[in-house]
């Protein structure tokens, strides 16, 4: 079963727009993660955010965790056409599994 | 930087074939995971392996076996070909302690006719 769902499925934004990706989940977590997929190739890791944590940046990227409402959301400031691909939340809650959502495919338009 | 290398992008074989898929890490990390990825599915875990010779079954390990034998090299095998494992298969590997994240290769696509 799939954990974390994003929203929106797809996204279409011009070039210097913010984009913001949400990630809901239902069970409990230690962490969770985002990655990025460009077309036909692996996931990257961005950014991972701890339950005790609420925020996290990493240059234009910022992420927020809301453990009471189980989700989380993806902030890409000034996006860029480069940073057309898919994201990923996924959440780890013990174990050695690690739960992927279906994904947030972005589209930045030059 | 941690590099997941997967033997072949693209793959095509035929139906009732033994496929193998290999995946080699170069950063000593004792976990290795396969996963299959298709469309409006996510990545959905086929198998794990949290050191040499060690695996756990994932959420679809019908049709798959996978063999471990040395810490760096996670084979991933199908034991008898179908038109449903067409797909995108990506391995991944991460430290086992702590959160950490998983470093992924590009992906090996198979493609069964």
């Known amino acids: ?110 | 930087d941690v590099k997941v290398t997967q033997s072949s992008r693209y793959l095509v074989k035929r139906t009732g074939e033994k496929v193998f898929l290999e995946c080699v890490q170069d950063m000593d990390h004792e976990n290795m995971f396969w996963y299959r990825q298709d469309p409006g599915l996510g990545l959905r875990l086929i198998y794990f392996s949290y050191d040499v010779k060690m695996k756990e079954k994932g959420d679809i390990p019908e049709g798959y076996s996978v063999s471990r034998e040395k810490k760096e090299r996670f084979s991933l095998i199908l034991e008898s070909a179908s038109t449903n494992q067409t797909s995108m298969y990506l391995c991944a590997s991460r430290w086992r302690e702590g959160d950490q994240p998983q470093h992924f290769g590009d992906g090996t696509r198979l493609s069964i006719l």
């Open chain 1, 1 to 110: 079963s799939q954990q974390g769902e994003e929203d929106p499925q797809a996204l279409s934004i011009q070039e210097g727009e913010n984009a913001t990706m949400n990630c809901s989940y239902k069970t409990s977590i230690n962490n969770l993660q985002w990655y990025r997929q460009n077309s036909g190739r692996g996931l990257v890791h961005l950014i991972l955010i701890r339950s005790n944590e609420r925020e996290k940046h990493s240059g234009r990227l910022r992420v927020t965790l809301d453990t009471s409402k189980k989700s989380s959301s993806l902030l890409i400031t000034a996006s860029r056409a480069a940073d057309t691909a898919s994201y990923f939340c996924a959440t780890e809650g013990g174990g050695f599994k690690t739960i992927f959502g279906a994904g947030t495919r972005l589209f930045v338009k030059a």
